[in-house]
């Protein structure tokens, strides 16, 4: 009787001693029901496949059904063949022993393609919605997120969420399933055995519940790590023209070594506590099946079981065994599994900073662009204010030139006319209306940047063109190709408009990939369009095809940031900024008058 009341609370306390711990308290309990609440989300996403799930559940319970028969026909075999042997009753349990072990593996192995196949539309399904949340995001949000810890969300936490239903929750049913069968057939053959067993569960549970909670917080550090090697690598990589210059190659090797050193201690880690672990679980379970052999050979004797019996009782016990250590690691593992979602789900949630409500599309408008009193710091340090009290006006049909030493504020206010940014004072308006007011899409059909260094594509020159618009045509690319200047040496390449760049963008010189950014802009028919420092770094030759590529823009409100003075000699107005605010504005021959900053600048240059 001892033994049957430990056995039963043993099993009423069993969730709560699996379960892993971290501190206790009310921190804890808030802990594993936030974790339950993010398995029961992980599930809901699993809702367009539910057909797969179902279908592979359904196999998994015949497979673990057959599975569970075969230990008690062994035995039945044992004892026809130890007793008056029978050759109906042998050739009976023989036919059944074979018909579930196929039943078995045919379900098991339609279990696996079911399961395998949700695994692959749910990693498929959750990583496209990561991506697009993250593209929804505002540029700040990319400066203070580190681009590994974006890719390792991407490529790994997302497999590990989706495992955390198909697999660990596929190892708990069949497990279950499988223990609550081994139980029933344990307790028909004896029901004295099956309670001695039973004595293990609360060992057991004990012991993995100090394993989980151990692991889980090795697991989360391991993670953590491991995108702090990606991020490593990412910027090595991205970066490897600085590396090389600087002679840094040694050093970002060793800084990759170390952060590999110190994955590698945490996995050496998580082997050791496995080890014991491993260690202590099976000495538990060696000093069970010697009580359970010492006291079966009694029954044996005293005619409470056959031969039989006990052969079946005993691999029904290894299957006990091995099914409550499964059980009990496996919430540790779907805890650890859901805590790479629960970053993923941060991501999701994530609403951007920068409102894309508006809806204002209206059918004519004329370009004009006012800066009104803006103040603005960036979110990563926003005790340096870069722009103060900021204005100006950008009037249709004609060219503005920003100019200026680095770090006074012209780039900020293109990032701010792209609202990549929202100042944190004061208004920028699109023919009167704030930038906000209008349809986010709509905005940026007619806002179009070209930045000194363009972003080309590993797609076609033709895609690269007509990038976000699917429904440009090929004339119209083309015809956004010739105002650019670009037609001619496009159409001279071996594929023209079809030329692969991620193939030969290194043939293609720096002019050359700033005339298709400019035809990339000049196709969507911008009523601003935005040149940042195109030219600071072109030779006369290349320079000159670009200007001529922007002789095309006239008609626009043109916006120019440039360091060299004398190409934009030719401005409508030139507008000098300085410490975040309009310190001249004019014409080259007004400012040339006035000998202030800009004639200071343009006279360092020339001396």
Wanted: aromatic share 8%; proline share 2%; charged share 20%.
């Amino acid at each position: 009787w001892l033994m049957g009341a430990g056995a039963s609370l043993a099993a009423a306390r069993f969730w709560e001693l699996t379960v892993p711990d971290g501190d206790d308290g009310d921190g804890d309990e808030q802990q594993k029901l936030e974790s339950r609440k993010l398995f029961v989300r992980v599930l809901g996403l699993y809702r367009p496949f539910y057909r797969l799930l179902a279908g592979g559940f359904l196999f998994l319970a015949s497979a673990v059904a057959c599975e569970t028969f075969i230990p008690h026909y062994t035995g039945r075999v044992i004892d026809i063949l130890s007793q008056d042997y029978q050759q109906s009753q042998f050739t009976s349990a023989v036919l059944w022993m074979g018909l579930f072990s196929l039943g078995s593996s045919v379900s098991a192995g339609c279990r696996g393609g079911f399961l395998l196949c949700a695994i692959s539309a749910f990693t498929r399904r959750i990583k496209h919605q990561l991506f697009a949340a993250l593209t929804k995001q505002e540029a700040g949000f990319f400066e203070s997120v580190k681009t590994g810890e974006l890719t390792s969300r991407l490529s790994e936490d997302t497999v590990l969420m989706a495992r955390t239903v198909c697999l660990n929750a596929n190892v708990m049913l069949r497990t279950f399933i499988q223990t609550v069968g081994t139980i029933y057939f344990m307790m028909s053959l004896s029901w004295k055995l099956t309670c001695l067993v039973l004595m293990e569960t609360p060992l057991t549970a004990a012991l993995q519940r100090v394993y989980s909670a151990y692991d889980l917080r090795l697991s989360l550090v391991l993670q953590n790590s491991m995108a702090e090697a990606s991020e490593a690598v990412t910027e090595a990589v991205s970066g490897i023209r600085v590396v090389q210059s600087f002679n840094a190659g040694k050093h970002e090797a060793r800084r990759y070594g170390n952060l590999l050193m110190k994955i590698n201690t945490l996995k050496i880690r998580q082997g050791a506590a496995t080890a014991v672990y491993g260690l202590a679980r099976r000495l538990i379970g060696l000093a069970m099946q010697v009580l359970m052999l010492y006291y079966g050979r009694q029954f044996i004797q005293d005619g409470q079981m056959t031969t039989g019996s006990l052969v079946s009782f005993i691999l029904y016990q290894s299957q006990l065994g091995l099914g409550i250590m499964i059980l009990a690691s496996s919430f540790g593992r779907m805890l650890s599994s859901v805590g790479g979602a629960r970053k993923v789900f941060e991501y999701l949630d994530r609403q951007p900073r920068i409102s894309t409500d508006g809806k204002l599309r209206p059918d004519a408008m004329n370009g004009c662009v006012s800066f009104h009193h803006v103040h603005f710091a960036y979110p990563t340090c926003p005790e340096n204010p870069v722009l103060q009290d900021f204005c100006l006006e950008l009037r249709p049909g004609q060219m503005t030139a920003l100019v200026g030493a680095s770090g006074e504020g012209k780039s900020t206010c293109v990032s701010l006319l792209q609202r990549l940014y929202e100042p944190q004072q004061g208004q920028i308006r699109l023919d009167g209306r704030p930038l906000s007011s209008y349809e986010h899409r709509f905005l940026h059909d007619q806002i179009a940047v070209v930045n000194q260094d363009p972003v080309l594509f590993s797609t076609s020159i033709r895609d690269n063109i007509a990038y976000g618009r699917p429904d440009c045509s090929l004339e119209q690319v083309q015809e956004a190709a010739r105002q650019a200047n670009a037609h001619d040496f496009i159409s001279n390449l071996e594929n023209g408009y079809q030329t692969e760049l991620g193939e030969a963008d290194s043939l293609l010189s720096k002019s050359e990939r700033q005339r298709i950014a400019i035809a990339r802009a000049l196709v969507r028919r911008p009523l601003v369009l935005v040149l940042d420092e195109v030219t600071s770094s072109l030779d006369a030759h290349a320079e000159n095809q670009v200007q001529q590529a922007l002789a095309a823009c006239s008609s626009r409100t043109l916006l120019v940031i440039a360091h060299r003075l004398r190409t934009i000699e030719g401005a409508d107005q030139i507008v000098v900024v300085s410490r975040g605010g309009v310190a001249e504005q004019g014409t080259h021959q007004q400012l040339m008058g006035r000998r202030g900053l800009y004639y200071r600048q343009r006279e360092r240059l020339i001396d």
